[in-house]
């Protein structure tokens, strides 16, 4: 049977009796099974306004789709349409003004494969395969962020499809108030169809990764609480550690894999000479039982855990920022640590500052500057038979560290459940973005997101 036809639709169309029907409809997530009445890949900004108006007159729930990455399965629904972004993938790098144009559907590694030919960055995610739409949207933390900021804060201006079709761009002179939504409210505004990012010089990073086992584990927080902590901490010096069961990297002692430990990763994003001394120092003082430190190119380092978080897992997702790693903290995080099942999941405690904390809690729509740590416990495995043993695992976790969490939740960091709730996701902007959603799409098109309802009224 031939798919529907979209009237002004110049793209693909893929309906339930297609043969990669099944392939286009399955996100990064393997937990949601979800069958839409059609997916439509747009090959312009038009097309994803016509795909718009059809989903609206024929009553269709939208799903927009860029990478696939949503943890709760946004991009994906049931019975409604799906306009999946993937071939509005194009990169253009204008040299000389040392921007680039992203196309809405873009991935990240397609993003630094143009870009790194020119010795150039955009500070994103670190796995390769995540979409940079939904990735910019909700904020963007990366390897990159305590030297260049967030995603959106080298975001110059957006095009974006509004939820009646119409085209607009978005940047700090045209629709100012929709620009400032767009820098971490979320899908909520329109579908965006291209970015235009600033450009950073930047062509590889010093590394040190480190393993240590579990009782070894507190001297690592404590150290990268103390190297983070101090004033005088360089925005080159990013520490990010993972309590989890070792995996098989090239430079672990196969001994150590699948023990659960702490694996940490220091990375110096300035004068590689100059951040020997600095990781040669802790590498020193922390004796670590395996680790590797060594100059490597920033594409190497951009895809080394695609494999790790290949498409098809299923993850369930709690997170929260935090001010600090108090020793009660420390205690809690340990203890859960040792009860890791799967050799997948973790407990992430990413280190924020730098250039993010120089930016006024207010000029965009992420307001959470001034936490110096997010804490992401993304529970992560294989077979549907484990899902209710990790999904208590990641809910208990959690519950054992919420008390030490500051406020707000990282929208990219979400599921969808429980105290999840948008309120807790823009924080203190909440409002604000409500009256902008109330301009920019009064009858909540684009609700499968973290979703904020339009507010007309100035409260
Ligand atoms: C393996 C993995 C690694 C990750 N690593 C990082 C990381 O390093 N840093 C980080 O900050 N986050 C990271 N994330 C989280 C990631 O940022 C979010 O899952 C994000 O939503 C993914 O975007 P996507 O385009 O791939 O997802 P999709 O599932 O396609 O979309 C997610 C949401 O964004 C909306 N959306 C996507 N593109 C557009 C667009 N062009 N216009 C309007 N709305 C759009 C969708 O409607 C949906 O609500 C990771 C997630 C995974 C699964």
């Given amino acids: 049977m031939a798919p529907t036809a979209i009237p002004g639709f110049s793209g693909t169309v893929i309906g339930p009796h297609e043969a990669d029907y099944d392939a286009a409809r399955a996100i990064w997530n393997a937990m949601h ?11 312009s900004a038009k097309d994803v306004a016509a795909a718009i108006r059809y989903a609206r007159a024929e009553g269709l729930l939208i799903a927009v789709r860029g990478g696939g990455h949503s943890m709760p399965g946004h991009s994906v629904c049931d019975d409604g349409i799906v306009i999946d972004l993937r071939a509005l993938n194009q990169v253009r790098v204008y040299l000389r003004a040392q921007t680039a144009i992203v196309g809405g559907g873009t991935l990240l590694g397609e993003v630094d494969r143009a870009t790194q030919q020119h010795g150039l960055v955009l500070p994103a995610g670190v796995v390769s ?20 900021g967030l995603t959106i804060d080298s975001l110059q201006s957006a095009e974006v499809v509004t939820a009646d079709g119409e085209i607009l761009r978005a940047s700090a002179d045209e629709h100012a108030e929709l620009f400032w939504a767009l820098r971490g409210g ?44 101090d004033p005088a901490a360089r925005d080159e010096l990013l520490w990010t550690s993972f309590l989890r069961r070792a995996h098989d990297v090239p430079w672990m002692t196969p001994e150590f894999v699948g023990r659960p430990g702490i694996m940490s990763l220091v990375e110096w994003s300035g004068d590689p000479e100059e951040g020997l001394a600095v990781l040669s120092r802790i590498r020193d003082d922390l004796q670590p039982a395996a680790s590797d430190l060594a100059v490597v190119p920033f594409l190497f380092m951009q895809t080394i855990t695609d494999d790790l978080f290949a498409h098809g897992l299923r993850t369930y997702i709690k997170a929260g920022f935090a001010d600090d790693l108090p020793d009660g903290l420390i205690d809690v995080l340990l203890e859960r640590a040792a009860s890791v099942r799967s050799p997948i999941s973790q407990v992430e405690l990413l280190a924020l500052g730098g250039a993010i904390a120089r930016v006024d809690s207010g000029a965009t729509a992420f307001p959470f500057r001034q936490a110096r740590w997010l804490i992401n416990i993304p529970a992560t495995w294989r077979d549907a038979a484990d899902d209710e043993h990790e999904i208590a695992w990641a809910r208990a976790t959690y519950a054992a560290v919420k008390p030490y969490l500051s406020e707000g939740n990282y929208v990219n960091f979400m599921g969808d459940d429980e105290d999840d709730t948008a309120a807790g996701a823009y924080g203190r902007t909440i409002e604000r973005l409500a009256r902008i959603k109330a301009v920019y799409d009064p009858d909540n098109v684009f609700q499968l997101n973290q979703n904020i309802k339009p507010t007309a009224s100035t409260p």
């Fill in 33 to 43: 099974d979800r069958r839409p009445a059609l997916i439509a890949r747009p090959q």
């Fill in 129 to 148: 395969h995540t979409g940079a739409g939904g990735l910019t949207l909700g904020g963007g933390v990366g390897r990159l962020m305590r030297r260049f």
């Fill in 186 to 229: 979320g899908g909520n505004f329109g579908i965006v169809t291209e970015f235009e990012f600033a450009l950073h010089e930047l062509s590889e990073l010093l590394i040190l990764a480190t393993f240590h086992p579990l009782a070894d584990a507190r001297q690592v927080i404590e150290r990268g609480r103390r190297e983070m902590a």
